[in-house]
């Protein structure tokens, strides 16, 4: 997968936690998780964005630690709304797939790139 391709994939992603946070219930606990992974979902494609326009191989690998990171607390917000009974597993899980995919994905990307900078 190339660098347009994730750009495409991480706002895609983004757009997807928009519209999973628009069907929680409001709510005090969906009210919170709402905001938590608005937050976080986005700046999965916001920071790869930003990790692309790194000035060296050392910046860009530590902005995909940011995204990985992000992705990963995504994940935990969409576990928290499938184990919380806020939304039905089957129209979350396939995006807490994603999020999991994502995170993977960038900490291969990271890893691999901060072997290259010891070398």
């Known amino acids: ?17 928009l519209r999973l946070v ?8 969906g009210n919170a998780i709402a905001r938590q992974l608005v937050r976080a979902g986005t700046s999965v494609g916001a920071n790869y ?11 860009f ?12 607390e995504s994940a935990f917000w969409i576990e928290l709304i499938i184990e919380g009974h ?15 995919e994502i995170a993977k994905i960038m900490a291969a990307s990271r890893l691999s790139i901060s072997k290259n900078l010891r070398k």
Not at 7 to 12: A, E, G, H, I, V
Not at 22 to 29: E, G, M, V
């Open 61 to 72: 690998a530590a902005k995909l630690g940011i995204v990985e990171e992000e992705a990963d």
């Open 86 to 100: 806020l939304l039905r597993p089957k129209l979350v899980e396939p995006l807490l797939h994603e999020a999991n």
């Open 22 to 29: 628009r069907a929680l219930p409001p709510s005090i606990d």
């Open 49 to 59: 964005r930003a990790a692309c326009l790194g000035r060296s191989k050392a910046a």
């Open 1 to 17: 997968m190339n660098e347009i391709d994730l750009k495409q994939r991480t706002k895609l992603f983004s757009l997807r936690i």
